[in-house]
């Protein structure tokens, strides 16, 4: 069985996925090039056996939400995808869990002003109350977990409350040259 | 996608990779100008059954839908190379398209909107001879149990072209992962291609689209075909129409079908907002609803799914096939089945040089015809019209008579493995086929056009030149078109052909006649012939080269 990823050259999820497995097989974070590369040519096969992969952010959540098991039994995606499908349909089928790989990696959406207005923006998107109430909608945890955890509680999905273990994608630069190495592989 | 409005200004800390474009900033509001003109969603033909969907779409959102169906491959060709003007794209499996770097630029956007999965629709007469009536032995049912079913004759069935369509060509990928043993990461190696000859052993009613296939499919239900290959809601349709001798039942292969899976793209971003319009009503209750009742085919909108159940066939868990994106796979399959596996083609071509051939660029009409058959064309669409490995041709020219005949034989192409049994490739086209190729081009350029039009005397002639060639080698698929500007004057007329006709034997009714029409002349008694003799009238004048041949070629 495979976990069905996004298209690696296209999206980032698919690319967390690499960072992880990278991570695994390596027994710890890839910092050189030479490891990069050799680790990426060992991981490449959970890319290339899935055969063709979506490349649009929803694509793998939106086969395992509609197509299932039989397509997409186990399929990669950010927390928030799940829980906001849970929050929209107010639950899950009974057949959907969400299982957190230890160690996972943690996105943070980091919101970058420009200039002073810009700065309020990002000022009032971190404290508003309203709008972090919107950004829990969409399935994103806030600075406050209690109301995130207040929301999904009532869609009945299981989220973890605290993300332990937690690690950092290997540097810009390796993740590039191990997406290049996949991306090889997966057009030979 | 939501997601997508709400941080729009955000930035992703690992931005390691560009990411999918929905995640863009969205453009500038389009002006409303547009609002009101066409959205033209270019359609892959399995579609055409969804075209009420215009009307809905227009009272439901005001955007005037307006579809335009093709085959897959022509379809996808148009949007790869942008020779399209349609605003959207709607195809039942774009997997070809968006794995191609060109392809992915063309889609703006994507969503989703229903499923079928590709399915074996057995009669039940035939299910139960073979035991495939008992639930317990369908469920085991793979692609191995029914390439032996068609090897050995117990299988006959109807499917749309490999070479041109979605469903013969994931029908076909079946076959080879069965074969292969393997499904994921498929390659050209793996090809078997005695699982492949042993498959098409069976294939009894070739045809170009659903359309078609299923009109043929229920006058041929019991004497040619008992099975017919194609997305469940066909299928589906077919056993609800009341139009079959019996019902089919269903029989999805167990190591893996392949779905259909609608996605609706956007190619013109200046109408996104119609799109997001269209995609939302698409994908909402009512749109779904109708779907699944009329067109039955599967919602993606998980909260009309139990609300449409009881129209699908209940059934366990189905296993998808991985699609293999690799082009050298799909291109050397499509290859060798058009030029190893098919029935070989064996055709006379009735060449008009009358004098009326001569005004009106006629001439020209017809030489870049056999030009554009005879070519070197290797594009997707190029490939499937132009004459393949072992086909056979008899040029036929005629005047005030029949004249003499010359025949060409085209070889095979270049070499690949000898009596290998596994692995394909795209095949390069040797010296002696090119030089083939090349005598029927310069045959085209030698014609003179003179004298008078002896058009139904010449088809007959032909007709009969085909009868006598089918005793010495039946395993061709024979058939005669005719190029001509219509303008019988010589010999016999229309009711003359048809008396002449009655007196061959009946089984020229497997000869079909193509008509590819220049100039001005009505089409009315060229319709009428072809009603007698099977085949079809191809205007020249409004359709592309391309389009009549696949035409022709997914007749013969």
């Not at chain 1, 508003?128 to 009532?154: C, H, P, S």
């Not at chain 2, 690949?416 to 095949?427: F, I, N, S």
């Given at each position: 069985?495979?976990?069905?990823?996004?298209?690696?050259?296209?999206?980032?999820?698919?690319?967390?996925?690499?960072?992880?497995?990278?991570?695994?097989?390596?027994?710890?974070?890839?910092?050189?090039?030479?490891?990069?590369?050799?680790?990426?040519?060992?991981?490449?096969?959970?890319?290339?056996?899935?055969?063709?992969?979506?490349?649009?952010?929803?694509?793998?959540?939106?086969?395992?939400?509609?197509?299932?098991?039989?397509?997409?039994?186990?399929?990669?995606?950010?927390?928030?995808?799940?829980?906001?499908?849970?929050?929209?349909?107010?639950?899950?089928?009974?057949?959907?869990?969400?299982?957190?790989?230890?160690?996972?990696?943690?996105?943070?959406?980091?919101?970058?002003?420009?200039?002073?207005?810009?700065?309020?923006?990002?000022?009032?998107?971190?404290?508003?109350?309203?709008?972090?109430?919107?950004?829990?909608?969409?399935?994103?945890?806030?600075?406050?977990?209690?109301?995130?955890?207040?929301?999904?509680?009532?869609?009945?999905?299981?989220?973890?409350?605290?993300?332990?273990?937690?690690?950092?994608?290997?540097?810009?630069?390796?993740?590039?040259?191990?997406?290049?190495?996949?991306?090889?592989?997966?057009?030979? | 996608?939501?997601?997508?409005?709400?941080?729009?200004?955000?930035?992703?800390?690992?931005?390691?990779?560009?990411?999918?474009?929905?995640?863009?900033?969205?453009?500038?509001?389009?002006?409303?100008?547009?609002?009101?003109?066409?959205?033209?969603?270019?359609?892959?033909?399995?579609?055409?059954?969804?075209?009420?969907?215009?009307?809905?779409?227009?009272?439901?959102?005001?955007?005037?839908?307006?579809?335009?169906?093709?085959?897959?491959?022509?379809?996808?060709?148009?949007?790869?190379?942008?020779?399209?003007?349609?605003?959207?794209?709607?195809?039942?499996?774009?997997?070809?398209?968006?794995?191609?770097?060109?392809?992915?630029?063309?889609?703006?956007?994507?969503?989703?909107?229903?499923?079928?999965?590709?399915?074996?629709?057995?009669?039940?007469?035939?299910?139960?001879?073979?035991?495939?009536?008992?639930?317990?032995?369908?469920?085991?049912?793979?692609?191995?149990?029914?390439?032996?079913?068609?090897?050995?004759?117990?299988?006959?069935?109807?499917?749309?072209?490999?070479?041109?369509?979605?469903?013969?060509?994931?029908?076909?990928?079946?076959?080879?992962?069965?074969?292969?043993?393997?499904?994921?990461?498929?390659?050209?190696?793996?090809?078997?291609?005695?699982?492949?000859?042993?498959?098409?052993?069976?294939?009894?009613?070739?045809?170009?689209?659903?359309?078609?296939?299923?009109?043929?499919?229920?006058?041929?239900?019991?004497?040619?075909?008992?099975?017919?290959?194609?997305?469940?809601?066909?299928?589906?349709?077919?056993?609800?129409?009341?139009?079959?001798?019996?019902?089919?039942?269903?029989?999805?292969?167990?190591?893996?079908?392949?779905?259909?899976?609608?996605?609706?793209?956007?190619?013109?971003?200046?109408?996104?907002?119609?799109?997001?319009?269209?995609?939302?009503?698409?994908?909402?209750?009512?749109?779904?609803?109708?779907?699944?009742?009329?067109?039955?085919?599967?919602?993606?909108?998980?909260?009309?799914?139990?609300?449409?159940?009881?129209?699908?066939?209940?059934?366990?868990?189905?296993?998808?096939?991985?699609?293999?994106?690799?082009?050298?796979?799909?291109?050397?399959?499509?290859?060798?089945?058009?030029?190893?596996?098919?029935?070989?083609?064996?055709?006379?071509?009735?060449?008009?040089?009358?004098?009326?051939?001569?005004?009106?660029?006629?001439?020209?009409?017809?030489?870049?015809?056999?030009?554009y058959i005879a070519g070197g064309d290797a594009s997707l669409t190029g490939r499937l019209a132009k004459l393949t490995s072992r086909e056979r041709v008899w040029m036929l020219p005629f005047a005030s008579s029949a004249g003499a005949i010359t025949a060409f034989e085209v070889p095979?192409?270049?070499?690949?493995?000898?009596?290998?049994?596994?692995?394909?490739?795209?095949?390069?086209d040797s010296d002696a086929k090119l030089a083939v190729l090349a005598d029927v081009r310069a045959y085209a350029d030698a014609l003179k056009m003179t004298g008078g039009t002896a058009l139904y005397d010449s088809v007959l002639a032909a007709l009969n030149h085909m009868l006598e060639?089918?005793?010495?080698?039946?395993?061709?698929?024979?058939?005669?078109?005719?190029?001509?500007?219509?303008?019988?004057?010589?010999?016999?007329?229309?009711?003359?052909?048809?008396?002449?006709?009655?007196?061959?034997?009946?089984?020229?009714?497997?000869?079909?006649?193509?008509?590819?029409?220049?100039?001005?002349?009505?089409?009315?008694?060229?319709?009428?012939?072809?009603?007698?003799?099977?085949?079809?009238?191809?205007?020249?004048?409004?359709?592309?080269?391309?389009?009549?041949?696949?035409?022709?070629?997914?007749?013969?």
């Open positions: 069985m495979l976990v069905s990823t996004t298209d690696v050259r296209r999206s980032n999820s698919a690319a967390m996925y690499l960072a992880l497995t990278s991570y695994a097989v390596n027994g710890d974070v890839v910092t050189d090039r030479p490891t990069a590369q050799a680790v990426a040519l060992k991981v490449a096969e959970l890319f290339k056996r899935q055969g063709y992969q979506e490349n649009y952010v929803n694509g793998n959540f939106d086969d395992y939400v509609s197509i299932g098991i039989g397509k997409t039994p186990l399929a990669f995606i950010y927390e928030n995808q799940m829980v906001q499908f849970a929050l929209a349909k107010k639950g899950v089928q009974p057949d959907m869990v969400l299982i957190y790989p230890q160690p996972t990696i943690v996105n943070k959406v980091v919101f970058v002003s420009m200039n002073e207005r810009a700065k309020a923006l990002g000022e009032l998107l971190r404290t508003n109350a309203e709008l972090q109430r919107i950004a829990v909608e969409y399935g994103f945890r806030i600075a406050d977990t209690g109301v995130f955890m207040q929301a999904v509680k009532n869609t009945g999905l299981v989220v973890e409350e605290r993300v332990s273990q937690v690690i950092d994608p290997p540097a810009f630069e390796l993740m590039a040259e191990m997406i290049d190495v996949v991306a090889k592989e997966m057009t030979q | 996608m939501n997601r997508t409005r709400a941080l729009a200004a955000a930035a992703l800390l690992f931005t390691l990779v560009a990411c999918q474009k929905a995640e863009a900033p969205p453009p500038a509001p389009t002006a409303p100008a547009t609002a009101a003109s066409e959205f033209k969603v270019l359609a892959t033909s399995d579609l055409r059954d969804a075209q009420p969907l215009e009307e809905m779409v227009a009272k439901a959102t005001g955007v005037k839908l307006k579809f335009t169906f093709g085959g897959t491959m022509e379809s996808t060709e148009a949007v790869l190379t942008g020779k399209t003007d349609a605003s959207a794209a709607w195809f039942a499996n774009a997997k070809y398209l968006l794995s191609d770097p060109q392809g992915q630029a063309r889609v703006k956007l994507q969503e989703k909107i229903m499923l079928s999965p590709i399915a074996v629709g057995v009669s039940q007469s035939t299910a139960k001879r073979l035991g495939w009536d008992d639930p317990a032995v369908a469920a085991k049912v793979d692609w191995r149990v029914i390439t032996e079913a068609a090897r050995s004759g117990k299988l006959s069935y109807a499917l749309a072209n490999p070479a041109t369509s979605n469903q013969g060509f994931m029908a076909l990928m079946g076959v080879v992962a069965a074969a292969s043993n393997k499904s994921e990461a498929l390659s050209a190696e793996d090809v078997d291609r005695t699982a492949i000859a042993a498959f098409l052993k069976g294939y009894k009613l070739p045809g170009d689209n659903s359309t078609y296939l299923s009109e043929k499919f229920i006058e041929q239900q019991g004497s040619t075909v008992n099975a017919f290959i194609n997305y469940e809601s066909w299928l589906l349709s077919l056993n609800n129409s009341g139009k079959l001798r019996e019902k089919l039942s269903l029989v999805y292969p167990r190591e893996g079908v392949s779905t259909a899976d609608y996605p609706f793209m956007l190619l013109n971003d200046t109408r996104r907002a119609d799109y997001q319009k269209v995609v939302a009503y698409l994908k909402g209750p009512e749109a779904q609803t109708w779907l699944a009742r009329q067109t039955l085919r599967r919602p993606t909108n998980v909260d009309v799914v139990a609300t449409v159940a009881d129209v699908f066939p209940p059934g366990a868990m189905r296993v998808e096939l991985p699609f293999s994106p690799d082009r050298a796979l799909a291109d050397g399959l499509i290859d060798a089945y058009l030029n190893e596996f098919r029935r070989p083609i064996a055709s006379t071509f009735v060449l008009d040089t009358s004098g009326s051939m001569a005004g009106g660029g006629r001439r020209a009409q017809l030489v870049e015809a056999m030009h095979a192409g270049r070499e690949q493995v000898k009596g290998a049994l596994k692995g394909v490739q795209q095949q390069q060639q089918r005793k010495k080698a039946p395993e061709y698929q024979y058939s005669v078109v005719a190029f001509t500007d219509g303008e019988n004057n010589v010999g016999r007329d229309l009711a003359a052909f048809k008396a002449a006709y009655a007196q061959l034997p009946e089984d020229v009714r497997a000869i079909p006649v193509f008509m590819v029409l220049f100039g001005e002349a009505s089409e009315a008694d060229l319709k009428a012939l072809v009603a007698v003799t099977g085949g079809r009238v191809f205007d020249a004048r409004k359709a592309s080269l391309y389009s009549v041949f696949k035409d022709i070629r997914a007749y013969q």
